[in-house]
């Protein structure tokens, strides 16, 4: 069987550099527990960016890509597909009011791309307003909208149009959006931000804003949909209606997958041909999501989240340490703030057996699978403790 060591050696020989890498090699999963090459257990807080919200070794899922694969694994949206009618089927029976069509993709940035390219085609409009600290993807339209310089320099120039405002603060959105703006785009939750939830009023203010200027809103929903955060969609939590929504992560049981939710108003100004996906939509994907869905909604996981990141959330702020600065999130998507960088406290971690993820230089982000039960979550909370302590 192949260890740690050689798996890493192997892999660091042929990769591309471009991951910051953990030196373990994770081989195996169950729930919300993870393996590495030489054995050893961990507890996963990071759920592969917040993938991961069924845990993970789901004979259910596992059976579905089987029978699906043994079926039908790829067929273009050009032609009609049963497992592709029922998804959006679905899609739109869980959507937020007037969210009534979707175009399926792959991933997050391609559904934050596919949103921004259809809101500039509705409105005619090449301006897009985002917040700062928001992250949005990757690649060159995202990553437009995504804030972080570290992320945005070495690829400028970006594609034109994007501006950004502080996030939480309506009077500075209210400046930006012009009769040029096109969207506005947000986060509820503002994940690789640090973990910030926005206010009710900043976001049914930036919904009204949008009215009044003509402009879409647009919200990421690619960390924070499915149940992350204690709801299905955190645009519920503020009873808030978007033009345009994105999602991916977790929505396929860890299969990629992303969508891009939208009106009715924006669907009519799609003509064939507009975008496209080769592989967005394929069967293989779709059975994986349909059951995916099933599961969150047979162990009502939505809910779930909610109680145990109430939970987990007070279990945090018992902590007595001088290192926090704030233990703040929504549901199972907790951040904890310290008052020194964070780098060093996930090493510690992962050390003593629990994965996490920063979220900015400060910021320790637990994104566990919604499966994970109060004992786990006791031990992450004392393992915190102890490492803060050290």
């Not at 069924?54 to 059976?63: I, M, S």
């Not at 694969?69 to 959006?88: G, K, S, W």
């Not at 600290?133 to 990553?143: D, I, K, M, S, V």
């Amino acid at each position: 069987m192949s260890s740690n060591t050689s798996i890493i050696e192997l892999e660091s020989r042929y990769t591309s550099g471009a991951y910051p890498k953990r030196e373990i090699a994770i081989v195996r999963g169950q729930g919300a527990r993870l393996w590495d090459a030489d054995g050893r257990e961990y507890i996963d807080c990071a759920s592969g960016h917040g993938v991961a919200l069924l845990g993970h070794g789901r004979p259910e899922v596992a059976e579905a890509i089987a029978e699906q694969a043994r079926r039908l694994i790829t067929c273009p949206e050009v032609f009609y597909n049963d497992q592709r009618a029922r998804l959006l089927e679905r899609l739109i029976s869980l959507a937020p009011e007037g969210l009534t069509r979707a175009f399926l993709c792959n991933s997050g940035a391609e559904a934050i791309e596919g949103a921004i390219k259809f809101a500039r085609l509705a409105t005619g409009r090449p301006g897009i307003v985002a917040a700062m600290r928001g992250f949005h993807g990757r690649t060159l339209g995202a990553l437009s909208a995504t804030w972080e310089r570290k992320y945005r320099q070495p690829f400028e120039p970006l594609v034109p149009g994007f501006t950004h405002i502080p996030y939480d603060n309506l009077d500075r959105l209210a400046q930006a959006v012009t009769e040029e703006t096109a969207a506005v785009l947000l986060e509820v939750v503002q994940g690789e931000g640090g973990v910030r939830p926005g206010s009710r009023e900043f976001l049914q203010g930036a919904r009204e804003l949008c009215d009044r200027a003509g402009a879409l809103l647009i919200i990421d929903e690619v960390q924070t949909g499915f149940g992350r955060t204690g709801r299905w969609f955190a645009v519920e939590h503020h009873d808030l209606r978007p033009d345009l929504m994105a999602l991916a992560k977790g929505m396929a049981g860890g299969v990629p997958m992303g969508a891009v939710l939208m009106t009715e108003a924006v669907a009519e100004k799609i003509q064939p041909g507009a975008h496209g996906s080769t592989f967005g939509g394929n069967p293989l994907a779709c059975a994986a999501a349909l059951v995916t869905i099933d599961v969150l909604e047979r162990e009502d996981l939505p809910r779930q989240a909610a109680e145990k990141g109430e939970y987990f959330i007070g279990r945090l702020r018992r902590i007595e340490s001088p290192k926090i600065r704030e233990v703040r999130g929504l549901g199972l998507m907790v951040g904890v703030e310290l008052r020194e960088r964070s780098t060093p406290y996930l090493r510690r971690l992962m050390d003593r057996g629990v994965l996490a993820l920063p979220a900015g230089p400060t910021v320790i982000r637990f994104l566990p699978p919604l499966v994970i039960n109060r004992e786990d979550l006791d031990q992450v909370t004392e393992t915190l403790a102890s490492v803060l302590e050290g």
